[in-house]
């Protein structure tokens, strides 16, 4: 737990942008919202891999939305189920089903229908809030360590410059 | 600062093919171990594989050694097979459907011992390791004699509660309470002193009679009559009490008399139920065809109920019927999109050891949805002339296309070797042949309706002799050579409640070993049977009479004490009138006009 906080920390730190915090965060969140072993997951996963964002916090956001997401299991299946026998949508759906590659992707499952739909809505808002919160912290809160002459006598050198970002 | 970093392309490559790589390697352990847990969870029984080898290039995968436990009897296969290979549909796999082009099944066994106990599988899915109480394997078995035969009368009244005693018993105890509660009643209502006292009072007055004089004889004769009442009162009060004991006499008498038919009553009942008749053929038959054909039923019907829901999914579903589970949610069906099952097998050949002779099948269109598939599962195997049979023909059809399902079994058996079929304790058939044909049809996967006929002819059966079982040596003797047996079983109701009715030459033939076995000996064991009821009862009769005598001798009390009051009442009689009378004189003195 405090592996993680110091990961938020360093991060918001570092000299990453802003974006790529908020980027690794909301990948984070869409990856653990979801269940895990989804070929869609493994598509996000290799994104991840090749956008220039943050993976400490996208770690830090799939270990903490992955426990949001067992709160929120029966609201995931309602959406889905809503969403999947909506009577205007068989259409689109069987058509969409038609493709087998979309039901060995599971999008037929009421919770990995509702948990996509419900991740991917709430992602967009999550990146632009996080980052403005980023911005928001530089620009008022991290000065605010140097003042703090505590930290340096009591000599957790390791633990202020990971805070700080002095460590990088 | 650059958005994308295509050195992650190259890391994502290295960690996607290690993946890759180990899936490839330990893919066949993985599949084989689901198959083995997930399989034995929803089949509630161990399910062993000892290989699976899967080729992705070629989109097949075979099996060898598949055993699935009984799950009533840890230590048997209730079904092996040797080797399985088939090829799957593999752009269907990749939509989640298992789809089985073609399988080929070698070396499929029924009913075989397994070489170490199956674990229990509990309604949970969990496993436990209790060993649980072995029966024997075998697809045929003879039914035992252990069932037929004549308890002694002590043996049975072991057992069995007697009417007669327990009436005996509460009739003393009954009894015994009336007595205690007359003497009570003789004790204060009757008491000695009372009469005493009046036989002093009255000598008192004779006294005074005697000595007084004219002027108190009005008083005295007064003091008669109060004293005549007083006694009146009292033999009025004897009455009433000899009245309402008389009439607790009568109903102990009415409830001995009753004790006298009992023991005939308990006779009755315990003949019935242990003495074989004459005609206990049909007992028999129950005991030797009906018994062991009904639990082989239920094994039957409990297993077509754990197999049905597997192989009948609706075709259509609700989306009141997508029910929530947590962590799994619900797979809705697109059944326009991809008219597929999840799981189909279009088409099988399977190999059957029966009676150790391989006979060939044929499985077509087994399905989980068969209303969205719309065709009906057919197995078929045939065989024809071999060393143990002439022909055998199994079809079955399992139509579950429609709500109204309709799954129908027809055998046809011809020239069954019976030589050799041996069930242990129970006997062998030494020879003959059989003839077996007949029809279930299960409606709704529940209503039964069906009828088998089997002819069997020189039949030689060895049953083992039984210890002081006379009566099953002797119906066993009987079975040791017949010409023909023919046994007709009709099959109604439902799974839960179903009637067989049986028909058979062998009522004759085990009525006429019955009447040999029974002639003489039933009446000795009726009459010992009898004289048993009447040693345990009598005790107890003979306790409640002897109560009632001691309740008869209270009446004494009452004799007694009426009499001795009415010879006072005539006393205190006599002395009025005297004195009443007005030419009488005290002392007995007459006037002289």
Redesign the interface.
């Known amino acids: 737990m405090i592996r993680q906080v110091l990961k938020i920390f360093k991060a918001l730190n570092s000299d990453e942008k802003p974006w790529q915090l908020s980027l690794g965060l909301a990948f984070g969140g869409i990856i653990g919202l979801m269940p895990l072993w989804t070929p869609h997951n493994i598509f996000l996963l290799f994104l991840a891999f090749i956008i220039n964002l943050n993976f400490a916090l996208l770690l830090v956001g799939f270990f903490f939305f992955s426990g949001i997401a067992y709160i929120l299991d029966p609201l995931f299946h309602e959406i889905g189920l809503a969403v999947l026998t909506a009577e205007g949508m068989q259409d689109f759906w069987n058509g969409l089903f038609s493709n087998p590659i979309f039901l060995f992707d599971r999008l037929n499952n009421t919770l990995v229908m509702g948990s996509l739909l419900f991740s991917l809505t709430a992602s967009v808002p999550l990146f632009f809030l996080f980052n403005l919160l980023v911005r928001k912290y530089r620009q008022h809160l991290q000065g605010l360590f140097d003042k703090i002459p505590l930290l340096k006598s009591l000599k957790l050198a390791k633990i202020y410059d990971t805070v700080s970002g002095g460590g990088r | 600062?650059?958005?994308?970093?295509?050195q992650?392309?190259i890391?994502?490559a290295i960690i996607?093919g290690a993946v890759a790589v180990f899936l490839i390697m330990f893919l066949d352990g993985i599949i084989e171990r689901g198959i083995e847990e997930n399989g034995s969870q929803a089949a509630k029984t161990q399910i062993d594989l000892a290989s699976l080898s899967t080729s992705l290039l070629s989109q097949a995968a075979s099996i060898e050694g598949l055993e699935v436990a009984n799950p009533d009897n840890n230590m048997e296969n209730i079904l092996q097979i040797e080797k399985l290979s088939m090829d799957v549909d593999g752009?269907?796999a990749?939509?989640?459907?298992i789809i089985i082009d073609d399988l080929q099944a070698t070396g499929i066994r029924l009913n075989q011992k397994r070489a170490s106990p199956a674990k229990i599988i509990d309604s949970e899915g969990k496993t436990q390791s209790t060993d649980q109480e072995s029966e024997e394997a075998g697809s045929l078995g003879l039914p035992g004699l252990g069932g037929i035969d004549i308890k002694s009368p002590e043996e049975i009244l072991k057992s069995e509660k007697l009417e007669t005693l327990e009436a005996a018993n509460k009739a003393k105890e009954t009894i015994e309470n009336l007595k205690a509660k007359w003497q009570e009643k003789f004790e204060t209502d009757l008491n000695p002193n009372s009469l005493e006292e009046t036989k002093k009072k009255l000598a008192k007055l004779q006294e005074k009679v005697k000595a007084g004089g004219l002027a108190s004889i009005p008083e005295t004769v007064q003091e008669f009559q109060s004293l005549q009442k007083e006694i009146q009162d009292r033999i009025n009060r004897i009455t009433s009490i000899k009245s309402e004991f008389e009439k607790d006499v009568q109903a102990a008498k009415k409830q001995l008399a009753e004790l006298k038919n009992l023991p005939k009553k308990d006779f009755d009942r315990l003949k019935k139920k242990y003495s074989l008749s004459m005609d206990g053929g049909s007992n028999a038959l129950g005991t030797l065809i009906e018994g062991p054909l009904k639990a082989k039923l239920d094994k039957a019907w409990k297993a077509y109920k754990m197999l049905s829901p597997y192989l009948d999914k609706p075709g259509t579903t609700a989306?009141e019927d997508?029910k929530?589970v947590?962590?799994?949610?619900?797979?809705?069906?697109?059944t326009?999109?991809?008219p597929y099952p999840d799981f189909l097998l279009k088409h099988a050949n399977l190999s059957m050891n029966l009676l150790e002779t391989d006979i060939q099948g044929e499985l077509k269109d087994l399905t989980d949805n068969p209303k969205l598939y719309g065709k009906p599962a057919i197995l078929n195997f045939q065989s024809g002339k071999n060393e143990k049979f002439d022909s055998f023909n199994l079809d079955l059809e399992l139509d579950k296309t429609s709500n109204q399902s309709k799954d129908t079994l027809a055998i046809d058996f011809k020239g069954l070797n019976l030589s050799g079929i041996e069930s242990s304790g129970a006997g062998k058939i030494n020879g003959g042949a059989a003839n077996l044909k007949g029809q279930l049809k299960i409606t709704n996967e529940n209503e039964l309706e069906g009828s088998f006929k089997a002819a069997l002819n020189s039949v030689s059966l060895s049953i083992p002799k039984q210890d002081g079982n006379e009566l099953a040596n002797t119906i066993a003797k009987s079975l040791s050579s017949i010409d023909r047996i023919s046994i007709t079983i009709g099959i109604s109701g439902t799974m839960e409640s179903y009637q067989l009715d049986i028909q058979s030459n062998l009522n004759d033939i085990i009525s006429g070993a019955v009447k040999k076995a029974l002639a003489g000996k039933m009446e000795g064991f009726e009459s010992s049977l009898m004289d048993a009821i009447k040693s345990k009862a009598g005790g107890s009769i003979a306790g409640a009479n002897g109560s009632l005598s001691g309740l008869l001798g209270q009446n004494k009390i009452l004799e007694q004490n009426e009499s001795a009051y009415g010879g006072l009442l005539g006393q205190a009689k006599g002395g009025a009138s005297g004195l009443k009378s007005p030419l009488a004189l005290p002392g007995g003195l007459k006037l002289p006009f």
């Open positions: 600062m650059k958005i994308f970093r295509w992650g392309v890391a994502f996607g752009a269907k990749v939509a989640r459907k989306k997508y929530y947590r962590g799994k949610g619900a797979d809705v069906q697109f326009k999109a991809l």
